[in-house]
């Protein structure tokens, strides 16, 4: 079955630096790949879409990979800020109809 | 406002009661879909509505759940018999065109349902 893996444990970044967060998935081939940001007691917020033929999608102080070969995303957050704190989710799509989501990675930037 | 509405934002029930949790589109939204978020974990797919039409309910758990959008717009899902493992948030999401995969879904804050 379609598998999603994120990091399982927190992530804590010291302010200003440059937080990574990885995304692999598992038995599916998505021709796109969206990332959310999802706060306490809130929805789920779109941040950025890739496609299979891009390599990298760049906005603001996000970037975003999608390596097809190694079936994994790689989310940037450069000079990191104590707002950037919240949970992010990778959604690998492949169905025109469904979005299978991630469990998420929480992040905490410290000041 | 202009974003995606859900009511209520709190429901607490007791077990065996039905439920109704309704969501508001935002407006001129063809799709809309339903899922379900356990506590840490990330928004598991429910169902699918492209207009009225209901076109994937593959991800509803049980014949209990039931969910409609009968006029194209406002959608509202319906949990009957509720058991204790229905406790989740309930999220519901639309967006503009008729396939998902390379469009933004537009979330609401969701219904936080518990079962006693």
């Known amino acids: 079955s379609q598998k999603i893996e994120q990091n399982s444990e927190a992530l804590n970044i010291q302010e200003g630096k440059t937080a990574t967060l990885t995304c692999n998935y598992t038995?599916?081939?998505?021709?796109?790949l969206q990332w959310y940001r999802q706060d306490p007691g809130r929805g789920p917020v779109f941040l950025l879409l890739?496609?299979?033929?891009?390599k990298e999608k760049r906005k603001e102080r996000l970037k975003v990979t999608f390596d097809t070969t190694l079936k994994q995303s790689l989310f940037h957050i450069t000079a990191s800020q104590p707002a950037d704190s919240a949970t992010y989710l990778c959604a690998p799509v492949s169905s025109a109809s469904k979005i299978i989501f991630g469990s998420g990675t929480r992040l905490s930037i410290r000041p | 406002g202009a974003g995606v509405s859900q009511s209520p934002r709190y429901k607490v029930a007791k077990r065996g009661q039905d439920v109704a949790l309704r969501c508001d589109p935002i407006?001129?939204?063809?799709?809309l879909f339903w899922y379900q978020q356990a506590l840490g974990q990330g928004p598991e797919f429910l169902t699918y509505f492209q207009n009225e039409a209901q076109l994937d309910k593959s991800g509803l758990p049980s014949d209990r759940f039931f969910a409609e959008r009968p006029e194209g717009s406002v959608s509202t899902l319906k949990i009957q018999r509720t058991q204790q493992e229905d406790s989740a948030v309930y999220l519901c999401?639309?967006?503009?065109?008729?396939?998902?995969?390379?469009?933004?879904?537009?979330f609401g804050d969701g219904t936080r349902l518990s079962i006693l």
């Open positions: 999401a639309s967006s503009l065109a008729g396939t998902v995969n390379r469009q933004p879904q537009h």
């Open positions: 038995n599916y081939s998505p021709a796109y």
């Open positions: 407006s001129g939204h063809v799709s």
């Open positions: 890739i496609r299979e033929n891009e």
